[in-house]
């Protein structure tokens, strides 16, 4: 018989120490309540149409958060996570793919997470990997999941794709989503950049493909494309080469919606960096972007979500 592996004491309290701190930090900069949100918010979503159909089985959302660093244009994460709670308790989305959680963003949604989990709560090697999968234990069972780095790309952190394969606890049906966030096109770096994002596309495709060979249901890919439909507003810097590439194999769902429905801010049928594509066999039943201008305040990005049916 093996003997049991005796872990010295000085480790265990080393451990339950950096544990114990950990936690605290999370308390400490997670907690918004002293934060007021913006005059017209919580108005603007207690009259949202949050309606979701009986045949529904899946609501997939996606959202770049923007992190809280100056230099990126964001601003202290505390009042906007606090906005992205209330989006939450309001769509009620099964599965959230998010983008640019910097370690505020980390700590704000572990701490007010309410019945939301994260796929991955806590990254390796260099902190938070901002590019994340949240889910809804209320209402899926997480069966399975994995993340890849793009060979290429300006921070790894950021360019990845996280998955996860889920299982909806009332129908028992069964999806995979991935989330992403790619490259952008740069004034100067415009070839390099676009070869970048070719690369990332591809490797999307491939990821795709391998799940759903694997396990054999829809696959919904969603995320911060950097790259309009439409050819976007500029046939080089808003990349519509890159989103034809990936609409070329995936289904936009935005354009099989029974029913689009958008904000007072931006029209449903504008183009847009956020996608939410599909592979295999679904009905969408209704695709939105939460576009009020008072969102506008919690993120440079609306939220956007597809109902899968």
């Known amino acids: 018989m093996k003997k049991a592996l005796k872990i010295p004491l ?8 950096a544990s114990a701190a950990f936690i605290g930090v999370i308390s ?13 918010f919580e108005e603007s979503v207690n009259r949202a149409d949050t309606f979701r159909s009986d045949d529904t089985y899946a609501r997939i959302m996606s959202s770049n958060l923007l992190v809280n660093y100056e230099s990126w244009g964001g601003t202290d994460a505390r009042k906007r996570a606090k906005m992205f709670s209330y989006i939450l308790n309001a769509y009620k989305p099964d599965v959230v793919a ?15 997470r309410g019945s939301y989990r994260l796929v991955y709560p806590i990254s390796s090697g260099a902190m938070f990997h901002m590019t994340g999968l949240m889910y809804n234990s209320d209402t899926v069972k997480l069966l399975d999941y994995g993340r890849m780095e793009y ?28 989330s992403t966030h790619f490259d952008l096109i740069r004034e100067g770096k415009e070839k390099e ?3 970048v994002m070719n690369t ?11 799940l759903g060979k694997r396990f054999d249901c829809p696959i ?22 890159v989103y034809n590439t990936i609409a070329e194999t995936l289904t936009d769902t935005k354009y099989i919606a029974q029913t689009k429905t958008g904000g007072d801010a931006r029209d449903v049928d504008k183009p847009t960096f956020d996608h939410i594509f599909l592979k295999g066999d679904a009905t969408v039943n209704r695709y939105s972007i939460i576009s009020d201008s008072v969102m ?4 440079d990005h609306y939220p956007i979500f597809a109902d899968i049916a």
């Open 200 to 210: 990332q596309a591809s490797e999307q495709l491939d990821i795709d493909k391998e």
């Open 10 to 17: 000085t480790i265990l309290l080393l451990f339950a120490a």
């Open 296 to 299: 506008s305040q919690m993120s």
């Open 193 to 195: 950049e676009l070869s």
């Open 151 to 178: 060979t290429q790309g300006d921070n790894k952190k950021l360019r990845r794709v996280v998955w996860g394969f889920f299982e909806d606890n009332e129908t028992k049906k069964q999806y995979v989503v991935t």
């Open 28 to 40: 400490i900069r997670g907690d918004y309540d002293k934060y007021i949100i913006p005059n017209g």
């Open 98 to 112: 998010v983008q640019e959680m910097s370690d505020q963003w980390y700590c704000c949604l572990t701490k007010n």
């Open 220 to 241: 919904i890919s969603a995320g911060d494309f950097n790259a309009m439909d439409n050819g976007g507003y500029d046939n080089e810097y808003f990349a519509p080469t």
